[in-house]
């Protein structure tokens, strides 16, 4: 590997982009673990239960989602500011809506608005988790009463409107942000083929449009159930 | 018809500038864009002002030399068209039309509505050539097969004329089409083998050397530019670039 690739522009994007890709993933099967919920709580407990203690997923997926979310971040904002930069003046007339949409023009705003939220879904679910694992040393998935916890904790996190208007609004801008960045991740990674990329971008507005739907209309169920 | 105009005015590469208003009457709306200002020019002569300094060459959409940032889009309303092929047609009476210089840190204006574009001849200079032998044995290129398809995408990247439209659009002042273009070009054909590797990681290098920015996929290039070059060309060197990382021995 040439030295020059993690620091060059389009080195930059494919990294971008291969983080992009890894996040997608990853939110695909949090969207089926979380569709569990309310289909069945036993399902989900099972399922909660198997990725909070397999050690593969706690020791090997776990850092590399860790690295991708905290790469990604960093990488995203480096490049924006670098390309704040490439235009000291500014346009006194620009219509940039005239040739590009509106996701595509702002990734960084709607990046940091699920950054936002990703604090607060870290402070909600993952600081508890590890808290209860690591430094009270409590594996075992259950709560007082001898039951698994999980489904029990995620249904009380949803009781709150203010929370769950918030989590709707992260889940909008993250649909805008995928919006765009699905497609865009397969640009990146130098596949774009007459053919195909139609249906990549089809595929990328499904994507972006079912799994944060999903999510809003799961933590509404729970909402309204509770 | 009867205009005004705000036409960016700036006195050297050093100078503040700013926007300035004329009134310009009677054009024609069979007129081109470059016409209209070679009224305003003689407009400004004959009131004793300094005329307005701007790049052009050709006048037939072939030289790229005429950058201007007409109404808050590159070359102005139109699609697929430079400025010198753009009608006044495009406008209507009473319309007020911002003139401006292309904007990026990488193509600097040096006069009024002129910028430097010294910054993609030199990413031309990394890389944008192919060497031969000129001892008098070179090959007929006619006597080279080429697959049909490959020399029609090899034509269509070859068909950037360098105008810097898809700099100046790109919220990120990003020169990726322009460089995929010329990286392209030559990765179709025999002759741009020897070279391949070398120039796609020396082009891109010398891009981000020149400070332009980062490419994210907005698609406003391809839209904005004259010639149609389509961001196939940039995924294209974004492999080009991978496969000569991979192996590239520093
Ligand atoms: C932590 C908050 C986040 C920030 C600050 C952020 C920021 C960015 C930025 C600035 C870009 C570059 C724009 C571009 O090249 O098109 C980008 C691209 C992308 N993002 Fe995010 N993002 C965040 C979270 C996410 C999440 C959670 C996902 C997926 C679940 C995601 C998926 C993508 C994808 C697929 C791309 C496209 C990559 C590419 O164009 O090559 N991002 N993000
Ligand atoms: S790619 Fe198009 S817009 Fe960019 S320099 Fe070439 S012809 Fe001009
Ligand atoms: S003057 Fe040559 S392209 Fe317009």
């Known amino acids: ?31 089926i673990i979380n569709l569990l919920s309310i289909i069945s709580a036993d399902a989900f407990n099972n399922v909660s239960f198997f990725m909070g203690t397999n050690p593969i997923v706690q020791f090997a997926i776990q850092p590399i989602l860790l690295f991708a979310v905290v790469f990604h971040l960093i990488m995203g904002i480096t490049l924006e500011l670098k390309n704040k930069s490439a235009r000291p003046i500014q346009y006194a007339m620009n219509k940039p809506s005239e040739n590009s949409s509106w996701m595509s023009r702002n990734m960084a705003i709607t990046g940091i608005m699920v950054l936002l939220f990703l604090g607060l879904h870290f402070y909600d679910f993952w600081i508890p988790e590890i808290k209860t694992k690591f430094i009270e040393g409590n594996m075992s998935g259950l709560n007082e009463g001898g039951e698994f916890r999980f489904h029990e904790e995620l249904v009380h996190k949803f009781t709150d409107p203010i929370r769950v208007g918030l989590y709707i609004l992260a889940f909008l801008f993250l649909s805008l942000h995928l919006m765009h960045g699905f497609q865009s991740a397969f640009q990146s990674v130098g596949f774009n083929h007459r053919k195909y990329t139609p249906i990549i971008k089809k595929l990328g507005n499904l994507y972006a449009i079912i799994i944060p739907l999903g999510f809003i209309i799961i933590a509404l169920v729970h909402f309204f159930n509770h | 018809m009867n205009l005004t105009l705000k036409v960016w005015r700036q006195k050297n590469a050093k100078a503040k500038g700013a926007l300035e208003t004329y009134k310009l009457n009677d054009v024609s709306e069979h007129s081109s864009f470059l016409e209209m200002l070679d009224m305003l020019n003689e407009q400004l002569i004959n009131e004793g002002n300094e005329p307005v300094a701007f790049d ?93 398809s490959d020399a029609d995408k090899a034509m269509d990247a070859a068909s950037c004329i ?89």
């Open chain 2, 56 to 148: 052009h060459d050709c006048r037939e959409g072939i030289c790229g030399m005429c950058s201007l940032y007409i109404n808050g889009e590159a070359h102005g309303p139109d699609r697929a068209v430079t400025t010198c092929q753009l009608h006044m047609r495009m406008f209507k009476d009473g319309d007020t039309i911002y003139i401006e210089p292309w904007r990026a840190k990488a193509l600097p204006v040096i006069k009024d509505l002129i910028v430097d574009r010294s910054a993609l001849e030199r990413i031309q200079h990394a890389g944008g050539y192919i060497s031969v032998n000129t001892s008098g044995n070179t090959q007929d290129a006619n006597a080279i097969p080429i697959r049909k």
């Open chain 1, 1 to 31: 590997m040439s030295n020059g690739f993690s620091k060059s522009s389009v080195g930059r994007k494919i990294l971008m982009a291969l983080s992009g890709f890894f996040l997608l993933l990853f939110l695909f099967q949090h969207f």
């Open chain 2, 162 to 250: 360098g105008c810097g439209a898809c700099v100046a659009t790109c919220k990120n002042s990003s020169a990726m089409l322009f460089v995929a273009a010329k990286v392209s070009q030559f990765s179709y054909l025999p002759q741009g083998q020897v070279e391949r590797k070398e120039r796609v990681l020396n082009m891109v290098h010398q891009m981000d050397k020149e400070g332009f920015g980062n490419c994210t996929n907005t698609g406003a290039c391809e839209v904005e530019c004259p010639k149609g070059i389509s961001l196939e060309f940039i995924a294209r060197m974004n492999r080009e670039y991978f496969g000569a990382s991979i192996v590239a021995e520093n």
